[in-house]
């Protein structure tokens, strides 16, 4: 059965920063692309972040370059998200991707991030 647990998230002020992260378990992580995506109420879902399969190429939306780093351990099947410089407007529910080789997607729940003074 495939399983995701984001965790992380919380509270922070502005210019703060936190990690999250997404622990999976029930399928070969190490031959997922992994992805964060993050939705807010009345937005579509927004991508924010993917790894490949051996962590050596990433990709970013524009409005996290330079602030947002994913990353990927494949011994732990574990996705991570580290984000510095904290924005309000990336106040979301930040939830993790796990797509296969034929094009499944797995979707976790998501974990909240507020951004806030």
């Known amino acids: 059965q495939v399983r995701f647990a984001e965790s992380g998230g919380g509270l922070v002020q502005p210019g703060g920063s936190l990690r999250i992260s997404c622990a999976t378990s029930?399928?070969?992580?190490?031959?997922?692309?992994m992805s964060w995506y993050r939705r807010t109420p009345g937005k579509e879902r927004e991508f924010v972040a993917s790894?490949?399969?051996?962590?050596?190429?990433?990709n970013y939306t524009d409005s996290v370059k330079g602030r947002f780093t994913i990353s990927r351990d494949n011994s732990a099947g574990t996705l991570y998200l580290q984000m510095n410089r904290l924005k309000p407007e990336d106040t979301a529910v930040y939830l993790c991707?796990?797509?296969?080789?034929?094009?499944?997607?797995?979707w976790g729940k998501g974990t909240q991030v507020t951004v806030s003074s």
């Open positions: 991707k796990a797509r296969s080789a034929w094009g499944v997607d797995y």
């Open positions: 790894i490949d399969k051996t962590g050596a190429s990433t």
């Open positions: 029930g399928f070969p992580f190490k031959y997922y692309v």
